[in-house]
T-cell receptor, first 116, second 115 residues
Framework: AQSVAQPEDQVNVAEGNPLTVKCTYSVSGNPYLFWYVQYPNRGLQFLLKYITGDNLVKGSYGFEAEFNKSQTSFHLKKPSALVSDSALYFCAVRDGSGAGSYQLTFGKGTKLSVIP | DVKVTQSSRYLVKRTGEKVFLECVQDMDHENMFWYRQDPGLGLRLIYFSYDVKMKEKGDIPEGYSVSREKKERFSLILESASTNQTSMYLC??????????????FGPGTRLLVL
């Protein structure tokens, strides 16, 4: 079984400050990890993913995420938050060791509010 | 760019009605997915499909069915709508290319209200 936890329902950060949105995962094999963003009244947009390789992954809009195997975490980060980053963020995981299914398991989402 | 479109942004139906939600993608993707999104519950997979006329149950298939007669189109059917099916419905697609299957592209969503 695979699961994802996003421990914070909401994160507030001042514009220009660094932001972190937390995600921890559980899989029996190798994790494939993803971050998606949802702007108001829109579908989800892919931000970045970790499959293998460097633990620090860079994605769209200046976001990055660090894969930490020992802590089973994949936190999303940005050095300087923008008001336009305000959105709902979803972490997702797939067990990369499994054959056949490409099914992702999503977290419950974290609402990020960047305050001007 | 991949484009995934959904037939309606907002839909209001009565309890007991049969409801069709349509999803079309224009990138020749093999994989297509239907999710529902509810506050505090995140996204939950209803059904998915790897190929034409093929379907697999997701985590919450009860009360739903799907149809995939053409590669680009994946329909979600509520046979008899109930108030607990009021939700945001999201369609997604992904290519059957190693390393890319899990990167899903989402449509804008259909917000369904069942009265």
């Amino acid at each position: 079984a695979q699961s994802v936890a996003q421990p914070e329902d909401q994160v507030n950060v001042a514009e220009g400050n660094p932001l972190t949105v937390k995600c921890t995962y559980s899989v029996s094999g190798n994790p494939y990890l993803f971050w998606y963003v949802q702007y108001p009244n829109r579908g989800l947009q892919f931000l970045l993913k970790y499959i293998t390789g460097d633990n620090l992954v860079k994605g769209s809009y200046g976001f990055e995420a660090e894969f930490n195997k020992s802590q089973t975490s994949f936190h999303l980060k940005k050095p300087s938050a923008l008001v336009s980053d305000s959105a709902l963020y979803f972490c997702a995981v797939r067990d990369g060791s499994g054959a056949g299914s490409y099914q992702l398991t999503f977290g419950k989402g974290t609402k990020l509010s960047v305050i001007p | 760019d991949v484009k995934v479109t959904q037939s309606s942004r907002y839909l209001v139906k009565r309890t007991g009605e049969k409801v069709f939600l349509e999803c079309v993608q224009d990138m020749d993707h093999e994989n297509m997915f239907w999710y529902r999104q509810d506050p505090g519950l995140g996204l939950r997979l209803i059904y998915f499909s790897y190929d034409v006329k093929m379907k697999e149950k997701g985590d919450i298939p009860e009360g739903y069915s799907v149809s995939r007669e053409k590669k680009e189109r994946f329909s979600l059917i509520l046979e008899s709508a109930s108030t607990n099916q009021t939700s945001m419905y999201l369609c997604a697609s992904s290519p059957n290319i190693p390393g890319q299957q899990e990167t899903q592209y989402f449509g804008p969503g259909t917000r369904l209200l069942v009265l």
